[in-house]
């Protein structure tokens, strides 16, 4: 049985981008007359044809969004990031009456199953898509069913959708510096996978700013779970030449963290300094007060769902929506180290 011809294919048939296809296929305006004739031919030589959701998007309305993501449904209440970006889009949704639909896939799961199945069942309007990948799947995937999306933060490749954008790398770079000013000179990083986007983006602003300093990077590779940030930390205390000064890619991982240095008999600040991400909830409460980056999830979710929905109710050519930059909140778990440098 040959392959069902994709957006893809019809963009290299055309020589054009896939969001050209996107747009050309949808009827949205921005492309020039020729452009369009040459995209529907290509569409036509392929045989290409829209799924029944994306022919059916223009009659019937499920007054639902929706969010498919990947975590272990046992932890996702604690997760730094999704209960608040949840309660922002819920702060636009319940004004609209509209629900929003979670599905949470665990790993070895497909999102893309998810969204198949959202789109199958007519069970949305559109969806928002995180944990953006390099060269995510996922907006192929997106097109194809007819679902508008709003991405979170800018994908690294060709994109048809709006994308709501919170610049992290500008307080990633503020915690080098602090660290920096400090007095460290052996600072590490505990990243995020590096699958993701923002994972990537947050692990170069740490390398550059630290290059910067005339300093070399020294990372590990996490999780964003607990456990992740504990075996990464006890990795880097294990060193020859530990860090004085410890990044997290997310505060789960930095609690996680400043536990591990002080089951290991460490004093936070003044034998190790954690900083971490988010400035989540518990960040202010922990003894002592977590050194973190403001993100501001809640907001971030309420701008998502403002977004998707001009795109739900039928605006042309949706702008990006920037965010203000994560911003530093210093508190107690950094500190100058006790000595010059272990390095």
Known sequence: MSKRPTIADVARRAG?????????????????????DKILAAADELGWRPSNRARSLSVSKAFALGLVITR????????????AFIAGV????STRGQALVLQVVTAG??????????????????????????????????VELGLPAVTLNRPDGESPFPAVILDDRPGTRAVVEH?????????????????FVHATARTTAFVETLAAAGLEPLTETGDFTAAGGIEATRRLLALPEPPTAIFYANDRMAIAGLGAAQAAGLTVPDDLSIA???DSELAEYVHPGL????????????????TLNQLVDGADDVPDTELPPAQL??????????????A
């Open 329 to 342: 909140v210093v508190r107690g778990s950094t500190a100058s180290p006790a000595a010059p440098s272990r």
């Open 90 to 93: 819920e702060s636009v949704l």
């Open 109 to 142: 799961e497909s999102e893309e199953d998810g969204y198949r199945r959202l789109a199958r069942d007519g069970r949305v309007d559109g969806v928002f898509l995180s944990d953006l990948r390099h060269d995510d799947p996922r907006i192929d995937l997106l």
């Open 291 to 306: 050194t973190t980056v403001r993100a501001d999830p809640f907001r971030f979710g309420e701008a998502a769902a403002l």
């Open 179 to 195: 660290l920096v000013e400090l007095g460290h000179t052996r600072i590490a990083q505990v990243a995020g996978p590096p699958a």
């Open 16 to 36: 054009v981008s896939k969001g050209s296809v996107s747009f050309a296929l949808n009827g949205r305006p921005g492309l020039a007359q020729a452009t369009v």
């Open 276 to 278: 971490g991400f988010d």
């Open 72 to 83: 272990d449904p046992a932890v996702l209440s604690s997760d730094p990031f999704f209960p």
